[in-house]
């Protein structure tokens, strides 16, 4: 039977409010290889942010009880997830995908893959009172989002959505914020109103109209799936296509239908996304980017990577 592991959050209603609190720790698992879970928490008033790096051998099942009703908003920068909602409903997060979501009071579950590597998130908590000013009257997501968080529901149809350039930037800079106490707080607060800006005009993006069938698209779904998982595996049109059970013409014209890009220009997103989270986060050399990004010459990876972000992979390094 699969063990549950149990992690409490603390309250964010104005009852429980602190001014500032930052603490680290280690969830250490038992197994044959080392893995555990390394926590960086803050709160402060009506926020907490959970940064959160991780290696586990098997899946594992998460028991989180929260002591309060929140919003949550999820950077999945490594690794995959499930949140398991009230009513059953499983919301499934890849590698390099933001989601928001609403929890009411109680235990939350989440299921975590197991991770050839390490994986690692970043949650943003607030309170429904902390957002109702930003929301009631922000752009038409946010206003509906917050008729659908009173009215109880857990997600925002769409699920999912990559993380974009934007705000990897600004993720890189609430990671590495260099200030102290109160004034941390200040910045982190500071970024998390730029964060909540950048989802709530990434959903606020109206969905293309489609002609596609619903099983072409669960399956153009489960393609999109796939190289968010294999980043930097060399996975072919064919390839894709055999896999998937969905022929070639409908997985070009499909995807670029649904996600408004075609597979090739999907591919190339991810994979510079995860060599700018190599860089950043992991700390490789440029060389152990391209290496294991799949590039079988260095120079190819510079190019790509300049070409995308307008500047030399090695300025990450200084």
């Not at 009506?46 to 290696?55: E, G, T, W």
């Not at 989002?145 to 350039?165: A, K, R």
Request: proline content about 2%; charged content about 25%.
């Amino acid at each position: 039977m699969m063990r549950e592991i149990q992690i409490h959050r603390d309250s964010l209603q104005e009852s429980h409010y602190v001014d500032f609190s930052e603490k680290a720790y280690d969830l250490t698992l038992e197994g044959d290889v080392a893995q555990g879970f390394q926590f960086k928490e803050v709160s402060f008033r009506s926020l907490q942010l959970v940064d959160c790096d991780y290696r586990i051998a098997e899946a594992e099942h998460i028991a989180l009880d929260l002591e309060s009703t929140v919003l949550e908003m999820h950077f999945r920068l490594g690794g995959n997830s499930t949140a398991v909602c009230d009513n059953g409903l499983e919301v499934y997060v890849n590698g390099l995908e933001h989601s928001i979501l609403f929890h009411t009071k109680g235990q939350k579950k989440i299921k975590m893959q197991k991770t050839e590597k390490s994986g690692s998130f970043l949650e943003i908590r607030a309170s429904v009172a902390a957002l109702e000013p930003m929301f009631s009257q922000g752009n038409d997501f946010q206003q509906r989002f917050f008729d659908h968080l009173i009215q109880g529901h857990h997600y925002w149809p769409g699920y999912t959505l990559p993380i974009t350039p934007e705000m990897f930037t600004v993720i890189h800079q609430l990671k590495t914020c260099p200030y102290k106490g109160m004034m941390k707080s200040f910045y982190l607060e500071s970024k998390f109103k730029e964060l909540i800006i950048l989802q709530a005009d990434a959903y606020d993006d109206k969905p293309v109209a489609t002609s596609l069938k619903s099983a072409d698209i669960e399956k153009l779904y489960a393609v999109k799936a796939f190289i968010d998982v294999n980043v930097g595996s060399n996975t072919t049109l064919a390839y894709l296509s055999e896999n998937m059970l969905i022929s070639t013409k409908k997985l070009t014209q499909g995807f670029k239908q649904l996600f408004n890009c075609s597979v090739f220009e999907y591919k190339t997103e991810v994979m510079m996304q995860r060599a700018k989270h190599l860089l950043l986060e992991e700390k490789l050399y440029v060389f152990e980017v391209s290496d294991r990004l799949g590039y079988k010459n260095q120079q190819h990876f510079t190019v790509a990577f300049k070409k995308r972000f307008g500047y030399l992979p090695s300025l990450l390094k200084q």
